[in-house]
Structures are given as structure tokens and as C-alpha cells.
């Protein structure tokens, strides 16, 4: 039976006046940034790779594909394979991919050195995506999520993909709806995407136990934002990725001090 519940590690413990306004605040932030205007996004950090992964219109399967290649190596590293695959093939134009046989893939993604941890799955995993939008989506991935589709059609639409999995299903969706903009029905199956930024902030918030379950997480942001569980994603990731470090997280910068568990905890001051 997989571990569905928390254990027996520390649980940060604030009033439950204060995590419901904590709550709050942090649905109202993620809502602001989504009523700002679309922004250029740094996926990778290299103009040329994150121009490519923005152009959402002119070459969508880029996007899918990076998501597919977004597994068992560094979110970084993978998100920049469809640009090095296009500096390798010379054009990253839907028709001219579709012209590569397998073993032509499997040549790009390896040399002159692998792209990938594991080369010859993922290309195999790719040249199955190619013949789905081929075939599926007649050549243009834009059609996964065109016609405002409920969240969960575009989920179980990556699902649909060889190696992905629920966790990039979800990321998948919610970069589509919180940063590309893309109009849907509903926002209800987009779940937080558990990593170990989101794990450790959540905890010192007080909304789970230090070693709740991935599972635990996710239901639990389903608990506090049905609607749209995965709203806390960004602000939480962001907080862990800058402030809220695991060794002396800089609670006196944090804007969630008042309210958070870890900061009002005994002896914190
Ligand atoms: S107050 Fe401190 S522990 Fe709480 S979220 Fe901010 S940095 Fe993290």
C-alpha cells in the first residue's frame, strides 16, 4: 500500500485564524499575477531556447516536447533539448520533424553527445509524440488545448503522451493556463506540482507535516482551493527557490512572517 498520510516528523502548528489568512493572501497574490499581462518566460535561462519555448503559436510542439523530456534529469537541461534539437536538425518546424525517421531521432538526441540521460528511451518517447500530433492533432499541438477545453481534457491529454506522468500533466496545464494565458472551461484538475521547494514551504507554513506523503500535499491543495488547486504553485516555488531556503530560511525578509508556522514558532525570536 503506498504511504498516503503523515508520519510521525514535526508538524508546524499555527491557529487556524491565521493559516485561513494565510490562505487568502496567498490565492489573492497568485490572482494578481494572473490578471498581469503575459510575460516573456526564462524557462532555461538561453534566449534562443526560451524564445523558441515562447512561441506557443508558431511551434507548440515545443513545448509538449519539453515536457516530455522533462524527466530523471534537471528541469534546466531538458527544457533546453527542443532548441539543441534544433541547432542539430536545422529547423524545428513541425513538418520537417515529421520527416525523421526513428533511428534519424535516435542520432540527433545521442550525438555528438547524448541530450538526455537516457537517450534511446526518450527518443523513442519523441518519435511517438511526433506521429500523435501528426495523427491526432493533424500537426499542430496548439489543438491540445485549443477550443477552451475543461483542465481536465488537457491533463488527460498529456497523459496520453509515452513517459508522462500526472506531476508534468499537471505542470504541463498549469504553465498552459498561468503563464501562456490559454482560455479554459475550468481550472479544477490542475494540481499543485509537489517538489521539494513546494514540500519544504508548505510545511513551515503549517499546511502539512514535514514528511506528508505527495499525495497528502496535493489533496491537500485541492482542500484549500478546489477550484484551482494548483494556484499556490508558483508563489510557494518561488518563496523556496529564493527566500525560504532549506538552512535559515530569511524569515525577517519573508512577506508571510506574521502568519507562517515555522517563523512564530517557540524560541524562533
Ligand atoms: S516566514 Fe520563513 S519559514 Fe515562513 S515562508 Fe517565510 S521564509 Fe519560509
Excluded at 472551461?185 to 513546494?198: E, F, K, L, T
Aim: charged share 30%; glycine share 4%.
Amino acid at each position: 500500500m503506498p504511504k498516503t498520510g503523515p508520519g510521525k516528523r514535526r508538524r508546524y502548528v499555527v491557529s487556524q485564524a491565521k493559516l485561513a489568512r494565510l490562505r487568502e493572501r496567498l490565492i489573492s497574490e497568485a490572482t494578481d499575477r494572473l490578471s498581469q499581462p503575459r510575460a516573456f518566460m526564462s524557462f532555461v535561462g538561453v534566449a534562443e531556447a526560451d524564445e523558441l519555448l515562447n512561441d506557443i503559436k508558431g511551434h507548440p510542439h515545443a513545448f509538449v516536447i519539453a515536457c516530455i523530456m522533462d524527466r530523471q534529469m534537471s528541469a534546466q537541461k531538458a527544457w533546453r533539448i527542443p532548441y539543441e534539437l534544433k541547432q542539430r536538425i536545422g529547423s524545428f518546424r513541425f513538418p520537417r520533424l515529421a520527416e525523421l525517421s526513428l533511428e534519424q531521432l535516435e542520432r540527433v538526441m545521442a550525438q555528438p553527445e547524448p541530450l538526455h540521460r537516457f537517450p534511446k528511451v526518450m527518443s523513442r518517447n519523441l518519435y511517438a509524440a511526433i506521429r500523435r500530433i501528426e495523427r491526432q492533432y493533424r500537426g499542430n499541438a496548439a489543438e491540445i488545448w485549443t477550443g477552451r477545453p475543461s483542465s481536465a481534457t488537457i491533463v488527460r491529454r498529456f497523459l496520453e503522451f509515452d513517459g508522462v506522468g500526472q506531476k508534468i500533466a499537471t505542470m504541463a496545464a498549469n504553465t498552459l493556463v498561468r503563464d501562456f494565458r490559454i482560455p479554459v472551461s475550468d481550472r479544477y484538475s490542475i494540481d499543485i506540482s509537489v517538489d521539494i521547494q513546494i514540500r519544504r514551504v508548505f510545511a513551515r507554513m503549517g499546511f502539512v507535516p514535514e514528511d506528508a506523503s505527495t499525495e497528502y500535499i496535493i489533496y491537500r491543495a485541492r482542500e484549500l482551493h478546489p477550484e484551482y488547486p494548483g494556484i499556490f504553485d508558483l508563489v510557494l516555488w518561488e518563496l523556496g527557490r529564493t527566500v525560504c531556503r532549506p538552512r535559515r530560511p530569511a524569515c525577517d525578509d519573508c512577506q508571510w512572517r506574521e502568519l507562517c508556522a515555522h517563523a512564530n514558532r517557540k524560541g524562533a525570536h
